[in-house]
């Protein structure tokens, strides 16, 4: 008897503990693609973003005649600093696109192993019990492979509930994200 209680238990608390994990991977996720589409600035690239814009505040106050050709210098050395700026973003953006990548390749194996997991331990057995009146239309399609109904409830199976989960924790993200 007690084991029971304690097994229905156990089976209770599934359901949620494998939509947290579910919906961790897709914040995850999500927080490494907006941090590979942002990127992040250096300090050596707001230098030299601070450097160009002076060069052609000067460039610009220098207007008279007499002072053209130190006008022409300023601009042609800010054109020169454009360019090595360019050259430091490629980099840095190349160095952040691989580092990202790494991350989310890392991510996904660790993603593809604990789902695999999660559908060995419970292959045979029911994640959740959802009473048969919320889930009337789509009460066969959640009990694959989680058992057949008791006591009016549908038993959902893990697969079902896994797709569910993660249906729920795209659009979750989706809203924090935006």
């Known amino acids: 008897m007690e084991e029971t209680t ?11 503990i494998i939509f947290t994990i579910v919906v961790a991977f897709q914040l995850l996720s999500r ?4 941090k590979k589409k942002k990127g992040s600035k250096s300090g050596v690239e707001k230098q ?7 060069m052609y505040k000067e ?3 220098l207007s008279q005649p007499s002072t053209f050709a130190q006008a ?11 360019k090595d ?26 993603k593809v192993f604990t789902f695999f997991s999660l559908v060995c331990w419970f292959w045979r057995l029911p994640v959740t019990a959802i009473s048969k009146q919320l889930v009337e239309p ?7 492979r989680g058992g057949s109904p008791m006591n009016d409830n549908v038993m959902v199976g893990i697969i079902p509930w896994l797709i569910l989960s993660t249906r729920v924790g795209k659009f979750i993200c989706r809203k924090v994200f935006n």
């Open 72 to 82: 022409a210098k300023l601009r042609r050395m800010a054109a020169s600093k454009e």
């Open 31 to 34: 927080f490494i693609e907006h």
């Open 138 to 144: 789509f009460g066969k399609a959640l009990s694959w």
């Open 6 to 16: 304690i097994e229905e238990h156990g089976r209770s608390l599934a359901a949620p």
């Open 85 to 110: 700026l360019a050259k430091i973003q490629e980099l840095h953006s190349k160095e952040m696109k691989l580092s990202y990548d790494s991350y989310s390749k890392g991510l996904t194996i660790l």
């Open 59 to 61: 460039a610009s106050s």
């Open 48 to 54: 030299l973003r601070g450097e160009i814009k002076q």
